[in-house]
DNA sequence: ACGATCTGTACCAGATGCGAC
DNA sequence: AGTCGCATCTGGTACAGATCG
């Protein structure tokens, strides 16, 4: 070090792999080194004669000031810290990946801690981690409600933004309007003249599966309708076949017609369980889903379904991070509410048989057992 | 800053929210600070009971030792920079889970760098911004074969581990033999009894993609069975379709009786296409997907294919990673094979039919035109 | 004299308040 | 008043030196 320092003085380095620091660029630049660190941050009372000389310096250079010093001084490293919870889903990877790319543009670091469940304590020590690393702000895209409540817990000196549709207060948050989504997906149904309409929810920790549990009653509720009580499932298509499967062989005829399925995941194993029974979608039941992952339109049949926009999601999230870091009183960007995508799983019920219970269906188009 | 420098001097310290430095802790351990960063580093000469003050210290002030400082003069950050690319596809994700996973529990932070392309100048700027952030390795996992040559083009100055199955030398690998499980994708088919198989590969752009076209030339040629040009996808459903589209409206019979698809999705929309044409599956074609991604057991028929470990995949670039930090000169973890996973969507072909050109088969069961 | 233990000081690479031209 | 430099600070690590039995 010390003999580095001294050849330095010579004017010789030997240390090749030694990267510029802002005394190099003062001493090429012939001023001090807090002239340079004026023309980094664009603070004013600089000569513009100066400023050049500087910059000319610092792409001689290459210089790129060292964010670890700067980090420690200011105690903000322009890095932001993601929190995720849940298995590699479909929207929030969607999410996270735009979330990713806006921010990086925006000139932000992300420091990532993704963790497949959501116990307090790992969640406790990610979140622990983020801020020792001094990030500016945590970002949240949770799959389990749980996570929202032990985070908010925790003391974080940092502004926390939350993806979540329950509209609880206490942090800042993004997000699709579940509820609408879920309203709509049953006023569809209900347009098409179905008025037995099943709900295969999502797991009670998940906001969005109560926000579209309870769009779902509502909007049964407002048509008249009798709301039945939920199956709850845990987003898998697994789940959806237990369930469909279940339902299949309740014996009898079926006592429903329409299925409103929490996510397109389930929807595929609801559906699968239901023809494999004889039962065809959409003549005997229709489904839709939730999401539209990019496989439902290939699904037999291609799957109604609400489409959610992640990617705009991604990008609302950094929006109202910077909104927030920049001390803006904005009220946030509004939810997005998911579009109904009209395909092939859904149509009219059967037959309109006021009759109760009637054998099995007619139709038997399109059906067979399968296995 | 001077006054409260001075307030503490008397003992009292008027800004709560300021965290403990190492000062503090030596102060209240009435030692000096370099003995506390010893027992932080559990560095050698500390008397037993004095390290036992320093830690009662160290909780007493839940003092955590400040990043930012200690990689200023390290020049170590303890994170690792994380560049993908491509879309939020289950693989990926699923990788990307686990190494983050596993990267925490070895306490490495990781700073991610995403993007849905693969285009250099992103590319390079992405490098960079985690160069700069000094982290003391770089992991790849990119969707596009370029990614790796424009990072292998950068002067990195730290390891990088990428996720590989070609066997390219210049960096650590980590991989899953595609080739391996693209030939038992093949043999499950030939096994069956098939002559004519079809291969449906990925993008050009994808080492995977290119290393299961080259596992299934082999394999064909080995079984001395001919291999008909491959149809290039681009992994989605939609580009299956698009394939099984043109195959079925091709005229006449089909000159193929099994399809090995580069992954799920495309099997899904070639399968979705060859039924809609009145071609069942697997009594007329059977097919076969790569990946097994969480849907494809539910899809019409469940799909037979080649599950990929991904999970342990992450784990494993986090293993190779702290192997190669340490120097040491493992050869690294061996490459995981995928394993064949039988379901519906394989089976014989139709009739051992040696004529040439045999009109449309005679099995019905199953085929019907969908919409 | 000497090894174990601990302290003092320089240093990492920047930002910032204050004073000087 | 507008430009610019000196000194000091951030919170750690590293190395040399001091103390002590």
Redesign the interface.
């Known amino acids: 070090m010390r003999l580095r320092r001294l050849l330095e003085v010579v004017g010789i380095d030997d240390d090749k792999?030694r990267v510029a620091t802002i005394f190099d660029v003062a001493r090429l630049a012939g001023v001090s080194h807090q002239t340079v660190s004026r023309v980094l941050n664009d603070l004013p009372n600089v000569r513009p004669a100066t400023r050049q000389r500087v910059e000319k310096a610092i792409t001689a250079l290459n210089y790129?000031p060292?964010?670890?010093?700067r980090?420690?001084v200011t105690r903000r490293?322009r890095?932001i810290g993601?929190i995720t919870t849940g298995?590699?889903d479909?929207g929030p990877?969607?999410a996270?990946?735009h979330f990713?790319?806006a921010a990086?543009s925006s000139?932000y670091?992300?420091?990532?801690?993704?963790?497949?469940s959501s116990d307090p304590d790992s969640l406790r020590?990610?979140v622990?981690?983020?801020l020792?690393?001094?990030v500016e702000a945590i970002v949240l895209i949770a799959a389990h409600r749980g996570a929202l409540d032990t985070v908010q817990g925790i003391e974080l000196?940092v502004p926390l933004i939350a993806v979540d549709s329950s509209g609880r207060a206490g942090f800042h948050s993004v997000a699709i309007d579940q509820y609408r989504g879920a309203r709509a997906a049953v006023a569809h149904l209900a347009g098409l003249g179905h008025t037995r309409i099943l709900h295969l929810a999502g797991p009670a920790d998940s906001t969005d599966a109560l926000e579209r549990v309870r769009g779902w009653r509502d909007e049964l509720a407002e048509r008249g309708l009798e709301a039945a009580q939920p199956m709850v499932g845990d987003w898998?298509?697994?789940s959806?076949?237990a369930f469909g499967t279940a339902l299949a062989e309740r014996g009898g005829a079926l006592d429903f017609t329409a299925v409103f399925a929490g996510n397109d995941?389930m929807a595929?194993?609801l559906v699968?369980a239901l023809?494999a029974h004889g039962f065809a979608v959409p003549a005997d039941v229709s489904v839709i889903g939730f999401d539209d992952i990019?496989?439902s339109?290939?699904?037999?049949?291609?799957l109604t379904t609400m489409r959610q926009d992640f990617d705009s999601l991604g990008r609302d999230i950094l929006f109202t991070l910077l909104a927030v870091l920049a001390d803006e009183e904005s009220s946030g960007v509004p939810p997005m509410v998911p579009e109904l995508v009209i395909r092939?799983s859904t149509a009219p019920p059967p037959v309109p048989s006021p009759t109760s219970g009637p054998d099995v269906g007619a139709a038997d188009?399109?059906r067979?057992a399968?296995?």
């Open positions: 792999t790129r060292s964010p670890a010093a980090a420690l490293s890095t993601l298995g590699p479909y990877s969607s996270v990946l990713n790319e990086r000139r670091a992300v420091s990532m801690a993704s963790m497949l020590s990610a622990e981690l983020l020792r690393q001094n000196g898998s298509p697994a959806g076949f995941q595929l194993g699968h023809t990019p496989e339109a290939y699904f037999a049949p291609p092939s188009v399109g067979r399968r296995r």
